[in-house]
């Protein structure tokens, strides 16, 4: 799997070849409730590499709920619907079947979208249609509902304020804008699509000021949740660090603040 974090100087430095989420895992399948890990932050923060690796460690489901928003808003734009139709974008996020396959693949009305719900104009897209209130509601069961018979570390924007309140673990996670718009660049050239860093930095603070003052459910740090900042971090430090609160939670221990 591709990081965007930076390359960490101490990866295959002869440690033991042990399991370290073996215990983990073991902790967590005794738990006799459904854990659930919620991870929120802007855009570019390193959310879904984290998620990923995270949820393969624990073996729990990973959900990715910015595809769903994603898959809304590519309907709306093949069938040329206005962004500012609040009424026709609810009616397509009731009708859309989304599907998230365990394989990460994305499927929107039976047809795999999973490349094309990358596109820039979908993310702008889905950033306009997310904010309207009818869309998340019609979003929100299927979004409990995914969550209803596994555990799972679940990405977003709301997760740990209005999808999953109760979740045991919040993680905030964010990053220096600067930072975040250097890793988009970077994944963008992985696939072979350049843009510059500016435009990338203006279209992320976009996204991000569009998410983060909107009415419902706004992009907001849960007052439980722990805020976790990725900026100057390699992902193995970012992964120590959150399967460290992990294992803290479902031993009942206390949380430390990072
Ligand atoms: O995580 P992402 O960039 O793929 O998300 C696309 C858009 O969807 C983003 O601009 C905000 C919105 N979103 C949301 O409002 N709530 C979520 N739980 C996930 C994504």
């Not at 394989?103 to 897209?125: C, H, K, P, Q, W």
């Not at 924007?157 to 045991?168: H, L, S, Y």
């Not at 706004?218 to 294992?247: F, H, K, N, Y």
């Amino acid at each position: 799997m591709r990081s965007i974090y930076r390359s960490s100087p101490f990866m295959g430095s002869g440690r033991p070849q042990v399991d370290p989420c073996h215990t983990l895992r073991r902790i967590v399948r005794m738990s006799e409730k459904r854990v659930i890990i919620a991870i929120d932050g802007p855009a570019g923060a390193g959310k879904s590499t984290l998620a990923k690796r995270v949820a393969e460690k624990l073996g729990f489901l990973y959900i990715n709920t910015g595809a769903i928003y994603r898959a809304v808003a590519l309907w709306a734009l093949r069938l040329g619907v206005q962004l500012s139709d609040m009424h026709r974008l609810e009616q397509l996020a009731k009708e859309s079947k989304i599907e998230l396959r365990p394989d990460g693949r994305v499927f929107l009305n039976g047809e795999d979208v999973t490349e094309a719900i990358r596109e820039l104009r979908v993310s702008e897209a889905a950033s306009k249609v997310s904010a309207v209130p009818g869309v998340r509601r019609a979003l929100l069961a299927l979004q409990r509902g995914m969550a209803e018979k596994n555990n799972v570390v679940m990405e977003g924007r709301d997760i740990g304020t209005v999808v999953f309140p109760e979740a045991q673990l919040k993680i905030f996670l964010d990053a220096d804008p600067a930072e975040r718009a250097r890793r988009r660049a970077l994944e963008l050239l992985e696939d072979g699509r350049h843009s510059d860093e500016q435009t990338i930095a203006s279209d992320l603070s976009r996204r991000d000021e569009r998410d983060r003052r909107r009415k419902e459910a706004p992009l907001v740090q849960a007052p439980d949740a722990e805020l976790v900042d990725t900026t100057g971090r390699s992902l193995e430090e970012v992964e120590e660090i959150v399967l460290g609160l992990v294992r803290a939670r479902t031993s009942n221990g206390k949380a430390a603040a990072y």
